[in-house]
């Protein structure tokens, strides 16, 4: 009897210490280090150190590193290249050989010989032009290569892959190829000073040619200058409806006819206070956000539910929802992404109204049902499980260092489990 109080007043202690070391630890993504086993890669690696791109990667997920050997790497051409180009304009090299999305060799081989665009780290700085920051991987069915090149006809510049160096599942694929590639329009005699950071809003949205009727609203509305005053803090975040998106409202949903103060709460709707890069976005705990608007118009209201559905990050207003489409810049404090639809807000187009009181309480149009999408648009560039990790800004933002953390976590709870079965068995 005093045995079975005994176990039974120490259990909690015990679960606790259990819990506490078999829980995984979560750290940045190192790329120099994981380079490190393979001499053969080490001018590369160098190479990401120096310009700081290694960096870049420290809260990165999902990605799939394009590596040039030594050998290829220290030729006269090569060597060149490296040389004559500022520091800065190496770095956005560097990031184009960075794919925004995971690809295990299963996957490679099965890509189709008409190929498939994916995003690049070079693309989401939006000194990009169009979108030739994206890479084209194709396969030749024949001879099976895999080839990378820029997405605009006839590039000059492409390279071949030559094997693969290392998977980490679901996280970072390291493959080998044997030459750099340099993105269509690339200035090679780019200065050493960058544009500041803190880029303009609506210039970026014109640029990304699928948003001109969200880029007209934020310039006739002023909250873009609002937005981009906010940068310099904690950073935003902008899901930007595409001009599709807004073709497609339904008739009786009047937008454009709202009073200027209403149209500028539903742009704000479309903001979130916070810089999220799309891995902390797909991994997010806490999936209601509030948004600029929820600051303007009382706690609890104005906020998106953010989840992660089919692949792809949906944004739920509780009457649409929309899926992220495209990444149009993602550089640190700014994430500017596309999506599928407009976000309408349900206390201005739900059945029910706003809290007495609050401005913009009217019922705009008619009740809508929810607008659901059974499948959301696939998010091209990234790939993977969601991983349920907490990504607060500042803090990690889904930092992890190439381990299938989902994994890792169910291991421990179940053997946690039978820590706890075995005591109850002894007691």
Known sequence: MAFNLYISHFTPTIITYLLLFTTPSISALNITELLSPYPNLSAFSALLSNSAVASDLSHRSSLTLLTVPNSYLTSPSSVDLTRRLSLSALADLLRYHILLQFFSWSDLQQISPSGILVTTLFQTTG???????????????????????????????????????????????ILSVNSLIIPYGFD????????P????????????????????????SGVVEEFEADEGGAGITLFVPTDIAFADLPNNEKLQSLPADKK???????????????????????????TLATEDMGAGRFTLNISRVNGSVAIDTGLVQASVTQTVIDQKPLAIFGVSKVLLP????????????????????????????????????FGGPSSHLSSPPGFREDDRSGVDVLGQRSSCIVAAVCCIGLLYVLV
């Open 346 to 381: 349900r206390e201005f187009f739900g059945k029910e109204s706003a809290v007495p009181g609050k401005p913009g309480n009217e019922v705009i149009g008619s009740a809508q049902s929810p607008d659901v999408s059974p499948s959301p648009d696939n998010s091209p560039g």
């Open 188 to 195: 090679l005699m780019a200065s050493e000073t960058l544009p």
């Open 264 to 290: 500028a709460v539903v742009l704000k709707f479309h903001v979130l206070h916070s810089y999220y890069p799309l891995g902390s976005l797909e991994s997010i705990v806490n999936p209601v956000q509030p």
């Open 197 to 220: 950071l803190g880029l303009n809003i609506t210039k970026a949205l014109i640029d990304g040619h699928n948003f001109n009727v969200a880029a007209s609203m934020l310039s006739a």
């Open 127 to 173: 000194r990009a032009s169009s979108n030739f920051g994206s890479v084209n991987i194709s396969r030749n069915p024949t001879t099976k290569t895999i080839t990378l090149h820029s997405p605009a006809p006839y590039s000059p510049s492409n390279a071949t892959v030559l094997f693969l160096v290392k998977t980490l599942p679901y996280n970072i694929t």
